[in-house]
Nanobody, 120 residues
Framework: QVQLVESGGGLVQAGGSLELSCAAS????????MGWHRQSPGQQRELVAV???????EYADSVKGRFSISRDKAKNTVYLRMNNLKPEDTGVYYC??????????????WGQGTQVTVSS
């Protein structure tokens, strides 16, 4: 079984920065992609950023130029550096791992979520 454990959320003033991290644990051969989604109050969960194979990254338009995703494949860990945070970035941030290859098969996995609150 694959578990994702997130850390780094918290309360920050607008214009500030936070860094989230997410570590995958278990018997893992490989992970095709790791990324972050967020869910704001009253909104659907949306993709924020994803790091795919061969170093390809994707970002939501609303965070381009402010957020940066990076990945340490040796540690099965993904990071999200968030700069110039805005109140609309407030929400629960969920880590996601796609096509995680294990001895039992290939699975997707979600973390439990970490709260990010940006005050104006």
């Amino acid at each position: 079984q694959v578990q994702l454990v997130e850390s780094g959320g918290g309360l920050v003033q607008a214009g500030g920065s936070l860094e989230l991290s997410c570590a995958a644990s278990g018997s893992i051969f490989s992970i095709a992609a790791m990324g972050w989604h967020r869910q704001s109050p009253g909104q659907q969960r949306e993709l924020v950023a994803v790091s795919r194979s061969l170093g390809r990254t994707e970002y939501a338009d609303s965070v381009k130029g402010r957020f940066s995703i990076s990945r340490d494949k040796a540690k099965n860990t993904v990071y999200l550096r968030m700069n110039n945070l805005k109140p609309e970035d407030t929400g629960v941030y969920y880590c996601n791992a796609e096509r995680v290859a294990t001895p039992e098969g290939v699975f997707g996995s979600w973390g439990q979520g970490t709260q990010v609150t940006v005050s104006s």
